[in-house]
């Protein structure tokens, strides 16, 4: 589904990424760890190509294909989709009108994945505008429930977020990236970073990898990675280099 080869990336003139191998497979979720600052945001937002993150060597292939100069749009186009940390609030847009514009107007998918993530009521107002945090991190799985991309990544869904919304919205990204299907007819894969792994609750990652200075020191099983981090540290977890 994705693979990407030694890529740098620099932001605003500064290298931040520095020689990234990841390899993601068709029905594979991964989780990405890592302390503050350490370039997790800045490897989701390269993949999904926004501008600002320059790509100054390597390759992202996505489905096969080179991407690494497509734009945005076209990548979302070909099967990428992404919650944002912290998405852009859009005045005179309401939630309902962008749902009907991603969906191609399906009013039934909009009824019913509004009405899962208890969004229904929030149809009729601008994206974002004065919603809670929690709100914020629902209407971004609900945006993404619409737009069932092959290949979604997640920038921290469960931070800011209680522990019922946590569970809601934990089953419904495990349904985004099909953990509710037998593993031989999953076809849609995930990159979610976390750093409480609560996430793990609700969707058995089938790996974990663990980004520090830009680069990624280790590789392994996430639940195994986040008990090194939990007890000893991130710095142990670097020593470790497994
Ligand atoms: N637009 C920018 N201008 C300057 N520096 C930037 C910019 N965007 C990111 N950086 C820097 O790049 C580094 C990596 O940031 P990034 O947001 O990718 O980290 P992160 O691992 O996602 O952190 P966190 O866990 O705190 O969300 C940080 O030092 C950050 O300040």
Redesign the pocket.
């Known amino acids: 589904m994705l693979k990407i080869e030694d890529l740098h990336v620099s932001?605003?003139g500064?290298e931040?990424l520095h020689g990234i191998n990841l390899h993601i497979r068709e029905g594979e979720t991964h989780v990405l760890m890592?302390?503050?600052?350490?370039?997790?945001?800045?490897?989701?937002?390269s993949i999904m190509g926004f501008s600002?993150y320059e790509i100054t060597s390597g390759k992202i292939f996505f489905k096969g294909r080179d991407v690494t100069d497509l734009p945005l749009n076209e990548r979302a186009r070909f099967g990428m989709g992404m919650m944002f940390?912290r998405p852009p609030t859009i005045s005179g847009l309401k939630l309902g009108k962008l749902l009907s514009a991603t969906s191609g107007g399906d009013v039934s998918s909009i009824g019913r994945y509004s009405s899962q993530m208890n969004m229904a009521s929030f149809l009729d107002r601008d994206v974002n505008a004065g919603f809670s945090g929690g709100e914020i991190k629902r209407s971004e799985v609900l945006q993404l429930l619409i737009q069932q991309p092959d290949f979604v990544m997640l920038?921290?869904p469960e931070s800011g977020v209680d522990l019922e919304n946590i569970a809601l919205i934990g089953h419904s990204i495990a349904r985004l990236v099909e953990k509710d299907r037998h593993i031989i007819d999953r076809y849609k894969s995930g990159l979610i970073?976390t750093?409480t792994g609560y996430i793990l609750d609700y969707l058995d990652a089938d790996a974990g990898h663990m980004?520090c200075d830009?680069e990624i020191k280790c590789h392994g099983n996430p639940r195994e990675i986040l008990k090194v981090i939990q007890e000893k540290g991130y710095q142990e977890c670097i020593r470790c280099q497994k």
Do not use: A, F, Y
């Open positions: 932001v605003e500064k931040v890592g302390p503050n600052g350490s370039g997790k945001t800045t490897l989701l937002r600002g940390q920038d921290e970073i750093h980004l830009g």
